[in-house]
Nanobody, 113 residues
Framework: QVQLVESGGGLVRPGGSLRLSCAAS?????MGWFRQAPGKEREFVAT????????YYADSVKGRFAISRDNDKNVVFLQMDSLQPEDTALYSC?????????WGKGTQVTVSS
């Protein structure tokens, strides 16, 4: 029912920044960002409630990434600062409902000199 489209990925040098966006086709509630590098398991990055009054981050990104949202526009953001080569991955957003989880196709983030 709900389609998710990520954008904002690209190539950035170590120490640089990127801002990812996840645009939803309709109303969403708690949303999350995940990432997966080739040959590795998909891992949790961050989650945010609809009210945006609480958020949770993986230890690996805490202090460097910030999740936010604009409910009027049905968009969730992921601000990524101080990027490291280890952050290179396909970043996807997720919306879970009682009917199952909805995933976007992802946007590629590559951190390299």
């Amino acid at each position: 029912q709900v389609q998710l489209v990520e954008s904002g990925g690209g190539l950035v040098r170590p120490g640089g920044s990127l801002r990812l966006s996840c645009a939803a086709s309709g109303r969403t509630y708690t949303m999350g960002w995940f990432r997966q590098a080739p040959g590795k398991e998909r891992e949790f990055v961050a989650t945010i409630r609809r009210s945006a009054t609480s958020a949770y981050y993986a230890d690996s990104v805490k202090g460097r990434f910030a999740i936010s949202r604009d409910n009027d526009k049905n968009v969730v953001f992921l601000q990524m600062d101080s990027l490291q080569p280890e952050d290179t991955a396909l970043y996807s957003c997720k919306f879970s409902t009682t009917m199952g989880a909805f995933w976007g196709k992802g946007t590629q983030v590559t951190v390299s000199s």
